[in-house]
T-cell receptor, first 113, second 115 residues
Framework: DAEITQSPRHKITETGRQVTLACHQT?????MFWYRQDLGHGLRLIHY???????NKGEVSDGYSVSRSNTEDLPLTLESAASSQTSVYFC????????????FGPGTRLTVL | AQSVAQPEDQVNVAEGNPLTVKCTYS??????LFWYVQYPNRGLQFLLK??????LVKGSYGFEAEFNKSQTSFHLKKPSALVSDSALYFC?????????????FGRGTSLIVHP
């Protein structure tokens, strides 16, 4: 069955370190998204991609970057981790049809000390 | 611009009773509307969506939602709640005319079903 996976599921890091969260989908979806989930804020969009070599900033992109070298993967990099980036991160994907729902990964819980 | 509001942070209901989780939206054009459910330590799962046509949409696990254009609402309902329905529910909207695949999510409503 097609799926979307994230790794690691849990990560503890220190302020200032670079961290990369992996997202891999086997749906062959063109569109991929990164969100962070924080209490009281719901889901906030960090970055998104509509295809290979395409990346776009979301509403809370400062301090994060993504790259899309193939259809399956959209890794999220925290260039210099800050305590404010402690959160749960979700990757999602959807096909090119605009009324289709998103498929979400299981999430990565990141703690920055 | 598109936005969505879930006016209740938490909804409490007794098992066997009907439940309603509220959602209102704002879009420039016509909406695509979605409901997702999130169980503890899991990602969001799709429940149902409104695209066009019949205003009453049926989805997974016995849930349904009614699209009301005049009230710009898309409330989630279930005739008889189960304890296992306890979870976090998110409403999302996407404006059809925007040409974007980016939905806007509400802040979520925690549904607690008491035995």
């Amino acid at each position: 069955d097609a799926e979307i996976t994230q790794s690691p599921r849990h990560k503890i890091t220190e302020t200032g370190r670079q961290v990369t969260l992996a997202c891999h989908q086997t749906w062959n979806h063109n569109n991929m998204f990164w969100y962070r989930q924080d209490l009281g804020h719901g889901l906030r969009l960090i970055h998104y991609s509509y295809g290979v070599q395409d990346t776009n900033k979301g509403e809370v992109s400062d301090g994060y970057s993504v790259s899309r070298s193939n259809t399956e993967d959209l890794p999220l990099t925290l260039e210099s981790a800050a305590s404010s980036q402690t959160s749960v991160y979700f990757c999602a994907s959807t096909s090119g049809t605009d009324y289709n729902e998103q498929f979400f990964g299981p999430g990565t819980r990141l703690t920055v000390l | 611009a598109q936005s969505v509001a879930q006016p209740e942070d938490q909804v409490n209901v007794a098992e066997g009773n009907p439940l309603t989780v509220k959602c209102t939206y704002s879009v420039s054009g016509n909406p695509y509307l979605f409901w997702y459910v999130q169980y503890p330590n899991r990602g969001l799962q799709f429940l149902l969506k409104y695209i066009t046509g019949d205003n009453l949409v049926k989805g997974s696990y016995g849930f349904e939602a009614e699209f009301n254009k005049s009230q710009t609402s898309f409330h989630l309902k279930k005739p008889s709640a189960l304890v296992s329905d306890s979870a976090l529910y998110f409403c999302a909207v996407r404006d059809r005319t925007g040409g974007s695949y980016i939905p806007t999510f509400g802040r979520g409503t925690s549904l607690i079903v008491h035995p």
